[in-house]
Structure formats: C-alpha cells, structure tokens
C-alpha cells in the first residue's frame, strides 16, 4: 500500500475547481471549503463531495439532509480561506449569507450554487462520500472565471489558461 505522505503528495498535483458547503441541521449553520466536489449524473442530477473526519464541520454536515454546494470564482479566495479555516464563526458576517426559503445558508456573493437532497453516505477511510441529488441551482449567464486549488496554492483558470 502507499503511504499516505506519498498519496497526498501526487494529489497535491493534481489540480481541482474549490467549493464551499453550507447546511443547517439544526444548531445554526455549518460549512467548509471543498475540492472534491465532481458530478456524477446529469439524469437524475446528482453530485458527491468528500467529508474528512477531521473537518470541525464534519459531525453537523454528516447529519444534514440538504446541503447547498456553492462553486467558487477566481474573486473568491477570502471566501474559500474563511471556510477552510477552523475554530472561527465562519457565519459571524451576517451580510455575507442568508437562508434559501427552504431554509439553508446560502453565501451571498458565491454566483454559482446547487442546493440538493443527501441520497446517500458511504464510508471511505476518514472521509464520508456524500451522495446528492440536486433540487435547485442558480447559474449565472457568464460564468466567472472559477478558482481552483494546486500544490497547496489558489489559482485561476481564465483565457489565457486555454491550451486548445
């Protein structure tokens, strides 16, 4: 088997677009930064994000029937870092979120969001692989730029990035 070192390593490579997660299961709202967040279906509409064990959000959000999934932009660094951060009120800036009528946090400034019904968890290691299938989204006409995260580092994919 790899060591773990060594596994982490190869993934610190491999590039991936940052998302924050936001829920309420009761007891206020929960959220953190994510990068595991990948599409699964598009009939019926579903996505999976990985949760890590170690994530202090990680005991309310594993208990959240919905979720909104915001996918972030280029101009959002701050906002993926205050999520990421832990021991913090990611929440204290009540200008920067509301609640969906449905009830959940939803980041104000985040242009893309998907909110969803959890379908299923499944155990992998010290993460749960959350499963989720996607009620409502807002999509912006033109999307930002979005931000992504590599070798430990926020970058953007804008024009210039393109290749072919």
Do not use: C
């Amino acid at each position: 088997m790899v060591p773990a070192d060594e596994f982490k390593a190869a993934f610190r490579n491999h590039p991936a677009g940052v998302a924050v997660i936001t829920a309420d299961p009761g007891g206020g709202p929960v959220g953190l930064t994510a990068s595991s967040v990948i599409s699964v279906s598009a009939n019926p509409p579903l996505l999976v994000f990985s949760l890590s064990a170690f994530s202090s959000a990680a005991p309310a959000l594993a208990r959240a029937e919905t979720v909104v999934v915001h996918l972030l932009g280029a101009g959002q660094v701050q906002l993926a870092k205050t999520f990421a951060t832990g021991g913090i009120d990611r929440f204290a800036d009540h200008t920067s979120w509301s609640r969906l009528v449905t009830g959940e946090p939803v980041l104000t400034d985040a242009q893309t969001w998907l909110r969803g019904r959890v379908v299923d968890r499944m155990e992998a290691g010290d993460s749960t692989v959350v499963a989720v299938q996607v009620l409502q989204a807002r999509v912006p006409d033109a999307a930002p730029d979005p931000l992504v995260f590599h070798n430990r580092t926020w970058h953007s994919l804008g024009g210039q990035s393109v290749l072919a």
